[in-house]
């Protein structure tokens, strides 16, 4: 295999010349995928092309190795150049290059139309514009903090990075505001093993580059504190230095190459077209394009496989990165009495993580985005500093990388308000989901329980959100021990999780008798819900802030009626479970309670499990139902009908 590792300073006419083959050969590969599936983007591969060649030729990666911990990390952030990437990847044998090229674009094939974790070297699932450098913020992170002293700010510490990560970007895609919170992160935590490469092709989708917004890539990112090289992105020689100056940093700031290039480079028809941006060349011009560019023109034989192949299957096989075991600790308990809200659960369950943890190195991480204090971080944070990322208001960069640094053998949080990390971020946490990182995304002042700050705070969408994917776990905590024991079990195991919990002190949850219910023989078990008080008159669904009022209800109803009625805590949203549902609906009166919009909450899950089911039963679903106002939380649930007399009264009115 080719291999040059950043070693000659310049590069031999040899060398060029074989740089020159693979580029030919790879174009080639280019345009007959894209013109075999009738699509695609054959225009940015070609002028990013050089740069990806470069990449593989030169930085640590191994085709034999595609998930090495040591590995740099190559990520492409303009996903839609995905012909260039599977051309570049099957140069370097990470793939097969004709399966790439018959199977680009086809129903059930892993060369998808942008890039995937599916196809060895792929480091992460983009296409939406504008989140690949903070992937590469959070990898490079992950260079920073593997060999990192816990206990120093990692902006204090100067160790050499574990490994490199890339990220090649569109000049279009410098339209987007995250790639400015991203680099602002890197300068701020030394991220000199980070290199970014901008294709400034000056042509996107619609046009010129200047007249759809302009823009001066290069001052932006000088002004953010990196440092730029412009160089001619189709010159070997002068490519090659570039890289070679920035993957070796010496300046102590992060580096960009702003590459000049040229659309759909080698083929006169195509180059500096806008419209080869997104279209394959047609099928009859093929033959001259491959021969303009000097290629071996396989396409009918390689159209011939294509045709023959069979139909594909839904579902991809894609490789999983376990997070490292941690000790967890044991549950920590908050006595029968006492009245605590959950952040505090939080904040304390991760102090103790990071001491039991973050010894003799970082194992977890914490991003926060400027409300330190209000989610609870603050020990987390003095105990071991080096694990503490302060992200700034820059949420979907926070979020992204989060994401990232989760799948890099950190156990990684973010926490932040759930407006801010769930609704504003949606996109970048359903990415997250879709790249099966291991995130764990911990949100406080969910529901209307802000405090005073009013409706644009009080996130009302958050489980359904989540939910309306397919690789997020929601669990909404109902008192400071149940969410102790979440915070430990989500912390010790893979996957994405999400916990939200409002901001106010509640008591913690009792059993009849006075004593507590979540004492430290009751895990928290995802997919379980847990009976609170028995009874068959009826059922009260509850979660998070709603859980207390509806154990209260339970005795309001009982004195008023002399009826029993069944509260269940319903924490575990995704998986839920079904049965404790079931058995709700068979008593013919379900009240599902919750401090969120109730038809993509919990009440929507529990009407469509028993419509699933074929149950007929009462149902009546407390929720936010309309836009809330600024107050106490009190009063705002009083107002919902969600406190215990509004829930008792509902009921009450129901059982007749
Ligand atoms: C967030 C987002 N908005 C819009 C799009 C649709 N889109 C795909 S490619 C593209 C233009 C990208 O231009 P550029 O980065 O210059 O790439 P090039 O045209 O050079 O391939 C747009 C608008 C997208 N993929 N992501």
């Known amino acids: 295999m080719f291999h040059l590792g950043f070693e000659p300073e310049i590069l031999s006419d040899d060398q060029i010349a074989t740089l020159e083959r693979l580029r030919i050969q790879a174009s080639t590969?280019?345009?007959t995928m894209t013109t075999l599936a009738n699509s695609g983007h054959p225009g940015g591969s070609m002028s990013t092309l050089p740069a990806l060649l470069l990449m593989y030729a030169n930085?640590?990666?191994?085709?034999?190795a595609p998930h090495d911990p040591m590995r740099d990390r190559i990520i492409v952030s303009h996903g839609h150049i995905s012909p260039g990437t599977y051309s570049a990847l099957s140069a370097f044998g990470f793939c097969d290059r004709d399966e790439a090229i018959i199977q680009f674009r086809r129903f059930g094939s892993h060369f998808s139309g942008h890039v995937e974790i599916s196809v060895p070297g792929v480091e992460w699932n983009t296409g939406n514009l504008g989140q690949g450098l903070s992937v590469g913020v959070g990898a490079a992170l992950a260079?920073?903090?593997t060999n990192a002293e816990p206990g120093k700010d990692l902006r204090e510490q100067s160790h050499p990075s574990a490994f490199k990560a890339l990220v090649l970007m569109g000049d279009g895609e410098q339209q987007k505001g995250q790639i400015s919170e991203a680099r602002r992160l890197a300068v701020k935590y030394g991220c000199t093993n980070l290199v970014a490469y901008v294709d400034a092709n000056h042509l996107q989708i619609g046009g010129d580059t200047s007249d759809i917004m302009p823009q001066n890539i290069s001052a932006g990112w000088a002004s953010d504190g990196w440092d730029v090289i412009e160089c001619d992105g189709h010159d070997w020689q002068e490519l090659y230095s570039a890289l070679r100056m920035a993957y070796n940093n010496g300046s102590g700031r992060p580096v960009v190459i702003v590459a000049r290039t040229v659309m759909g480079k080698g083929v006169d028809f195509m180059e500096d077209l806008a419209k080869y941006h997104g279209q394959a060349v047609p099928r009859d011009k093929i033959a001259g394009a491959i021969a303009q560019l000097g290629g071996q023109d396989r396409v009918d034989e390689l159209e011939a496989r294509r045709n023959a192949l069979p139909k594909g299957e839904l579902g991809h096989d894609f490789f999983e990165v376990p997070p490292p075991s941690i000790k967890v600790g044991s549950p920590r308990i908050y006595e029968a009495g006492t009245v605590t809200d959950c952040r505090s659960g939080y904040g304390n369950a991760m102090q103790e993580l990071a001491e039991l943890n973050n010894v003799d190195g970082v194992k977890i991480a914490a991003f926060d985005a400027d409300l330190e204090g209000s989610v609870k971080l603050g020990g987390f944070h003095k105990t071991s500093p080096a694990g503490f990322i302060q992200g700034g208001i820059q949420e979907h960069n926070s979020a992204t990388a989060s994401g990232r640094l989760s799948k890099e053998g950190f156990v990684t949080f973010f926490s932040t308000f759930?407006?801010?990390?769930?609704?504003e971020t949606f996109n970048q946490q359903r990415l997250n989901g879709f790249n099966r990182a291991n995130l764990k995304l911990v949100c406080t002042h969910c529901g209307t329980d802000v405090g005073e700050d009013g409706p644009t705070h009080q996130v009302i969408d958050y489980v359904g959100l989540l939910r309306s994917t397919f690789d997020w776990n929601v669990f909404v905590p109902a008192d400071a021990n149940q969410c102790d024991r979440m915070i430990r079990l989500v912390a010790g195991r893979p996957g994405n999780d999400f916990v939200g919990?409002?901001?106010?002190?509640?008591?913690?949850?009792?059993k009849a008798d006075g004593s507590l219910f979540y004492d430290g023989t009751v895990g928290f078990t995802p997919g379980r819900a847990d009976v609170l008080r028995d009874g068959?008159?009826?059922?009260i669904l509850a979660c998070g802030p709603m859980v207390g009022p509806a154990v209260a209800a339970h005795d309001l109803i009982f004195e008023e009626t002399g009826k029993r009625v069944r509260v269940v805590n319903m924490a575990s949203l995704r998986p839920y479970d079904a049965d404790a549902i079931h058995a709700a609906a068979k008593t013919g009166y379900v009240l599902t309670a919750e401090d969120h919009h109730p038809d993509t909450g919990l009440g929507g899950?529990?009407?469509?499990?028993?419509?699933?089911?074929g149950m007929a039963t009462k149902l009546e679903r407390a929720g936010v139902n309309q836009w809330p106002m600024s107050g106490k939380p009190n009063d705002i649930f009083a107002a919902f009908r969600l406190d215990a007399e509004g829930l008792a009264g509902r009921a009450i009115a129901a059982l007749g």
Request: charged share 25%.
């Open 29 to 31: 590969d280019i345009l």
């Open 59 to 64: 930085c640590r990666v191994d085709p034999a």
């Open 143 to 145: 260079g920073r903090l």
């Open 418 to 423: 759930g407006v801010f990390g769930v609704t």
């Open 501 to 510: 919990m409002g901001r106010s002190k509640m008591p913690v949850i009792e």
């Open 536 to 539: 068959d008159d009826g059922a």
């Open 605 to 613: 899950l529990v009407a469509l499990e028993i419509a699933d089911a």
